[in-house]
C-alpha cells in the first residue's frame, strides 16, 4: 500500500511538474522567439531601454504581490475549506499594496534621474504590474488545489497569443511604446480570464471572510516578502544599476546573456512549484518523509543543473552567435558567468521551498538574506561604474553562491536528517568533469554536434555510474506488481 501510494504522489508530482513545466516553456519559448524578433527589430539602445523597463516593473510586482501567494499555497493546500477566507484576503491586501509599489516604482525612476519618455513608459508598464499580481494570487488558488493542467492551459494560451499578435505588430513596425503597451495588457487580460475561473470553480470574493484573515496573511507573508524583495533585488537591480551608469547598449549585452540563464530557471521554477503544495502537506503530516523528498528533488536539480552548466560554460562563444547575432559576441562572456549563478540557484532551490513551508525557520534566514542582497548592491554601485557587464555578471554569480552557502547553513537547522549529499551528487560531478572534456577537445566543433556529444558522454557516464538503478528497480517491481 505505501508503494502504492509513493506512486501516486509521484505521478501527480509528474503530471503537475509536465504540466507547469510545458507552460514554462511555451512561456519563455514564446517570449524568447518575440525577444529574438525585439532585438533585430530594435537597436541595443532600445533594446536595453525596453528590459531597464521590465525589470523597474518586476520589482514593483514582488513588492505588491508581498509574498502572499505562496502563503495561500502552503495554507489552502493544508485547509482547503478556508479557500473563500484566505483568497479574499490576499486580494484585499494586494491591492493596496500595488498602488504604494508603483508610486515608489515611478518615484525612483524619477530620483535616479531617468529621461521623461522612460518614465512615462513605466507609468504605462504598471499596468502590467497589476495583472502579475492578481495572475501569481489566482495562480496560487490553482496550485493549491493542484490544478496545474488548466492554470498552464489558460497562461499557455494567453502567452502564445500575445507573442503571435507581438510578432506581427513588431513586423509592422511598432515602438518601444507599442511593445510596453503589450506588456502591461497582457497579464490585465489573463488575470480577468484567471480570475472568473477561480471564482466559478474553488473560491469566492468575500469582503466580509477576507477581513477574517488579511492581518493573518500579512503577519505570515511578511518574512516571505522581505526574501522575495531581496530575491528581486539580487535579480533585477544590476540591470537598473548598470543602465543608469554604463548606458542602455551594454545592458542590452548584458541582458541578452540573462536571457538564456532565465529560460533555463523555468525548469527549475515548474518542479519547485509542482512540489511545493505536496510538501508542504507532506511536512505536516512526517518530517522524515519531507527529507526523502527533498533528496529526490535535489537529485534532479543536480543532474539537470551540472549537465546544463558545464554544456554551456564551454559553449557559450558557439551559442550566442547562434542565438542572437555577432553584434551580442560579448553577451559570451557575461553567459560563461552567469551560468554558474543559474548552477548555485539550482542547487538552493529545494532549500528556498523547505523554508517558505517550515514559516519560523524563514524568520531566522531573513537577516542573513538581507546581508547577502546588502553586499549584491554594495558591490554593484562600486564595480558596475569601472567594470560595466562584466562586473555585474561576475557580482551576481558571487551573491547566489553565498546565498547557496547560507541556505546549506540553514538546511541543518530545518531537516531531521542530514540529506547525504555526496550520495546525490557525485555521480553528476563525474559525468559533468568527463563532459567539459569532451567539449574542451572539441571546441572547434560546431555546435550542434558538440551538443550531441556532450549530452550522449554526460547521459552515458550516469548510467555506468548507476544513477539510474533506483528508477529501474522501481519500475520492474511496478510492472511485476501490475502482473499480478
Partial sequence: MNFENSNDHLVRIAKNTVSLFSESMIGRISSFVFTLVVVRHLSTSNFGFYSSIVNFVAIGVGLAEFGISYVLIREIAQQKNRGTELFSGGIIVA????????????????????????????????????????????????????????????????????????????????????LILLFGATPVINALILMGYVLRCFAKFSVREGARSWKQLVCDAA???????????????????????????????????????????????????????????????????????????????????????????????????????????????????????????????????LLVVTKERLKQYIPYAVGVTSINVAMNIWWIPAYGYYAASLVEALSCFLLFAVKIVALGDILPARPRWFKVTWRSIVAGTLMGTVLWVMRNSSLMGSIVAGFIVYAACLGVLGEFNGEYHRTMEYLRRLKT
Fill in 223 to 353: 518574512p516571505l516578502a522581505v526574501y522575495s524583495v531581496c530575491a528581486l533585488v539580487l535579480l533585477r537591480f544590476n540591470v537598473i544599476w548598470l543602465s543608469k551608469i554604463r548606458g542602455m547598449a551594454e545592458t542590452g549585452i548584458f541582458c541578452a546573456a540573462r536571457n538564456i540563464t532565465d529560460t533555463l530557471s523555468l525548469v527549475i521554477l515548474s518542479v519547485v512549484a509542482a512540489v511545493f503544495p505536496f510538501m508542504a502537506v507532506q511536512w505536516k503530516e512526517s518530517t522524515l518523509s519531507a527529507v526523502k523528498h527533498y533528496e529526490r528533488t535535489l537529485r534532479f536539480f543536480i543532474l539537470f543543473g551540472m549537465g546544463v552548466t558545464v554544456g554551456v560554460f564551454f559553449l557559450s562563444e558557439k551559442i550566442i552567435p547562434f542565438l542572437y547575432s555577432d553584434r551580442y559576441l560579448e553577451s559570451a562572456f557575461c553567459l560563461k558567468i552567469l551560468i554558474w549563478a543559474f548552477m548555485f540557484n539550482a542547487l538552493s532551490g529545494p532549500v528556498g521551498m
Fill in 95 to 178: 491591492l493596496p499594496l500595488f498602488v504604494i509599489s508603483a508610486l515608489g516604482t515611478v518615484g525612483v525612476a524619477v530620483l535616479l534621474g531617468y529621461e521623461r519618455s522612460f518614465v512615462l513608459l513605466l507609468v504605462l508598464a504598471t499596468l502590467g504590474g497589476l495583472g502579475n499580481t492578481l495572475v501569481l494570487l489566482t495562480g496560487a488558488v490553482f496550485r493549491a488545489f493542484e490544478r496545474m493542467v488548466m492554470l498552464s492551459v489558460v497562461n499557455s494560451a494567453i502567452l502564445i497569443s500575445a507573442t503571435g499578435a507581438g510578432i506581427l505588430w513588431v513586423w509592422h513596425g511598432a515602438t518601444v511604446r507599442d
